[in-house]
T-cell receptor, first 115, second 115 residues
């Protein structure tokens, strides 16, 4: 069964450093998402992406964050200058269509630890 | 703004007992409703969803949920718990209509199953 994959599974970085989290969505999916879950808190929406542009972003997704689909298979989340509060589990998801009705398939997550 | 509330961050049941995980939403228009499960060190997996039609929805692993508009609820049930059901369960909603498919999650409920 096709699945969403994410690399790395765990990333440790120093505050102020740039990190790139990578995702490979399911191949025929057209909509891509990033969510995050700070330890002990809710899963929070960060951004949705379709047709090579952001379709919606949350308040969390400020200028320090960016997303890209560089090559038609990967979907990346970049944090330019990490802060301690960026420590969280980051989940990538994809769906065939948007509109809320379609199932989003989630990857296993990348645990980001900012020291 | 939409919100999701899951009553009880931890629920403990005996193997073979009824599982009931509660979810209430706040929305001016009934949203699409989802239950996801997260096993340790894995991503979120869809259990079931309600979009339109029959309000009693059956999902994987013997789970089902009923959409009750009058109560703004979407509680998850399973008649007989199994040890393998121990996991974290998330209720989520998506706006109707939505062009982006953003999911809003509840805070999650950890299900413990005792032998």
């Amino acid at each position: 069964e096709p699945e969403v994959t994410q690399t790395p599974s765990h990333q440790v970085t120093q505050m102020g450093q740039e990190v790139i989290l990578r995702c490979v969505p399911i191949s025929n999916h057209l909509y891509f998402y990033w969510y995050r879950q700070i330890l002990g808190q809710k899963v929070e929406f960060l951004v949705s992406f379709y047709n090579n542009e952001i379709s919606e972003k949350s308040e969390i997704f400020d200028d320090q964050f960016s997303v890209e689909r560089p090559d038609g298979s990967n979907f990346t989340l970049k944090i330019r200058s990490t802060k301690l509060e960026d420590s969280a589990m980051y989940f990538c998801a994809s769906s065939v269509i948007a509109g809320g009705r379609d199932t989003q398939y989630f990857g296993p997550g990348t645990r980001l630890t900012v020291l | 703004a939409q919100s999701v509330t899951q009553l009880g961050s931890h629920v403990s049941v005996s193997e073979g007992a009824l599982v009931l995980l509660r979810c209430n939403y706040s929305s001016s228009v009934p949203p699409y409703l989802f239950w996801y499960v997260q096993y340790p060190n894995q991503g979120l997996q869809l259990l079931l969803k309600y979009t339109t039609g029959a309000t009693l929805v059956k999902g994987i692993n013997g789970f089902e949920a009923e959409f009750k508009k009058s109560e703004t609820s979407f509680h998850l049930t399973k008649p007989s718990a199994h040890m393998s059901d121990a996991a974290e369960y998330f209720c989520a909603v998506s706006e109707v209509p939505s062009n982006t498919g953003k999911l809003i999650f509840g805070q999650g409920t950890t299900l413990q199953v005792k032998p």
